[in-house]
């Protein structure tokens, strides 16, 4: 079994930073790419930001300049570090895990971390 074990997420006011962590763990041989998604009320989820096994990263346009993504050293941690929040930042963060197998892709999911952005 795969479980993906979210951190950091919290209340903070308008323009503050915080740090979203991701620890992968279970039967994982190798990761195709680890991301964060969000989700508002009322609103579908989103993809926030994005890395490959090669270290290519993609981030919404929403987030750009303000949000990173980024892995560490152990290649099955992933983080997210939220600069200049916004309210609309504010929503439930959830942690996303693509692994190869046979001929697609398993999706795994982590059970989210709220963020609060007070103005």
């Known amino acids: 079994q795969v479980q993906l074990v979210e951190s950091g997420g919290g209340l903070v006011q308008a323009g503050g930073s915080l740090r979203l962590s991701c620890v992968a763990s279970g039967s994982i041989f190798s990761i195709n790419a680890m991301g964060w998604y969000r989700q508002a009320p009322g609103k579908e989820r989103e993809l926030v930001a994005r890395i490959t096994s090669d270290d290519s990263t993609n981030h919404a346009d929403s987030v750009k300049g303000r949000f990173t993504i980024s892995r560490g050293s152990a290649k099955n941690t992933v983080y997210l570090q939220m600069n200049s929040l916004k309210p609309e930042d504010t929503a439930v963060y959830y942690c996303?895990?693509?692994?190869?197998?046979?001929?697609?892709?398993?999706?795994?999911w982590g059970q989210g971390t709220q963020v609060t952005v007070s103005s």
């Open positions: 996303n895990l693509l692994v190869p197998a046979s001929n697609r892709l398993n999706v795994y």
